[in-house]
């Protein structure tokens, strides 16, 4: 019975890899099964080879198991499939080939071996260093540097969070990637959430960019090659800041499954069992977008894009629960529509968070494109 029990439970499992999770709890299966997909398929012939043994349910049992372990594979499949396609899709989009790239980078969209190999990325250690205080608040950043000697370019990291939790030690381990790549890397922290809604955020990105250049000299950070990355409320916050913060230098910014139509999600809201989105929108714009419709409109990306607007690359999971990948699509067609150059990953089977793992298959697609798109707006090897 246990076993019966054992493979219905890794069926539904694998099951998010092609569904939305249902609730906040499952989230987090979300990301694991995906991500660490021969994990949970070694569990998979594990119970098949205990079925193939047992007696009661024997060939039900063996089947569920292979199909089980076929969906759990799936993600490995697909993400082949979609880099089968990317460099040439990058180069399209970028300019940007494999050729171009120098010293340490992901040589291949996706690689089976990478799993359990890693990605060669060495530790560099940070520091770190309060850039601001703002009404005596204390507002740090972490500075990961770059591997390589002289003025290099620097990439500035914006954590997610829903604008009210979260700080900048979020999947640390990207920060420590793009240094061995050849970035300097500035992680900062903001203020949150109710306590501090918009444009707080906004004015605390600024004081960061302030601190960087006036310590520029130290720090080895070329101001004429900055570059920003941000995740769900930290891509928000940075494709804000792209498209209408007015900062020299700004080359590119990457955003991985940010809300860009403020208005529109409001409409649109969440699963209630994952986030009431409703109510952490209204925390950080300060009310509904009845109430304070100019903030709704200030710090919704789509609705400032230009023909000048900042190189933009987003990254998006069709199983996004948390914020839906229309969005994306949207902010895709405005930009093309406004002739900037831009990229939009799909992940197919991508849920919130879906880099978590730099060496799953999402991980891979994610660093191997977010790297040729830096490489092509700051020219970091030439």
């Given at each position: ?6 493979i219905?439970?890794l069926?539904?499992?694998?099951l ?15 990301i694991a099964v ?12 594990a ?9 009661r349910?024997?060939?039900?049992s ?9 969906i ?8 082949y499939?979609v880099?089968?396609?990317l460099?040439?899709e990058l180069?399209k989009?970028?300019g940007?080939?494999d ?12 690689s ?8 060669g ?5 940070f520091?770190?260093?309060?850039f601001?205080e ?19 370019p ?6 997610g969070?829903?604008?009210k ?12 990637y ?9 992680t ?15 004015e605390?990105?600024h ?24 995740r769900?409320?930290?891509a ?7 498209y209408?913060g007015?900062e020299?230098g ?5 955003a ?7 208005p529109w ?6 699963n209630?069992?994952i ?6 929108q ?7 977008p ?6 709704y ?6 609705f ?6 900042t ?8 199983n996004d ?18 002739g900037v150059k ?12 879906f880099e ?5 298959p ?14 092509s707006v700051t020219?970091?090897?030439?």
């Amino acid at each position: 019975m246990i076993r019966i029990i054992l493979i219905l439970f890794l069926f539904i499992l694998s099951l998010v890899n092609f569904f939305p999770v249902p609730s906040q709890s499952t989230w987090y299966a979300g990301i694991a099964v995906p991500e660490f997909p021969w994990i949970f398929m070694l569990v998979a012939l594990a119970l098949t080879v205990w079925s193939f043994y047992a007696k009661r349910m024997r060939y039900s049992s063996i089947i569920l198991s292979l199909i089980t372990f076929f969906i759990l594979s799936s993600p490995i499949v697909r993400a082949y499939n979609v880099g089968s396609t990317l460099p040439q899709e990058l180069e399209k989009a970028y300019g940007i080939k494999d050729t171009d790239m120098m010293g340490f980078h992901q040589t291949k969209p996706f690689s089976f071996f990478q799993m359990f190999t890693g990605n060669g990325a060495k530790d560099i250690p940070f520091k770190t260093y309060t850039f601001a205080e703002p009404k005596g608040e204390k507002l740090e950043l972490n500075f990961t540097p770059s591997a390589l000697p002289g003025i290099r370019p620097c990439l500035v990291v914006v954590h997610g969070g829903s604008w009210k939790q979260g700080n900048n030690s979020e999947i640390a381990a990207v920060n420590n990637y793009f240094a061995n790549v050849g970035y300097q890397v500035a992680t900062i922290n903001y203020r949150l959430a109710p306590k501090h809604p918009s444009p707080a955020q906004q004015e605390d990105l600024h004081s960061a960019f302030k601190w960087l250049r006036a310590n520029a000299q130290k720090l080895k950070i070329d101001t004429t090659n900055f570059v920003m990355l941000g995740r769900s409320a930290g891509a928000q916050i940075i494709l804000t800041m792209a498209y209408t913060g007015n900062e020299s230098g700004v080359k590119g910014v990457a955003a991985f499954y940010g809300a860009v139509a403020m208005p529109w999600s409001y409409k649109h809201p969440d699963n209630i069992n994952i986030m009431d989105s409703k109510l952490v929108q209204r925390d950080f714009l300060g009310g509904t977008p009845e109430e304070v419709p100019e903030r709704y409109n200030a710090e919704s990306p789509l609705f400032h894009v230009k023909a000048n607007s900042t190189p933009t690359f987003l990254a998006h999971g069709i199983n996004d629960a948390h914020v839906w990948h229309i969005q994306s699509v949207a902010m895709k067609k405005e930009l093309d529509k406004h002739g900037v150059k831009n990229y939009l990953l799909t992940i197919p089977w991508g849920t919130h968070g879906f880099e978590y793992n730099l060496n799953g298959p999402a991980g891979q697609l994610s660093m191997y494109s977010v790297e040729r798109f830096f490489q092509s707006v700051t020219n970091k090897g030439k």
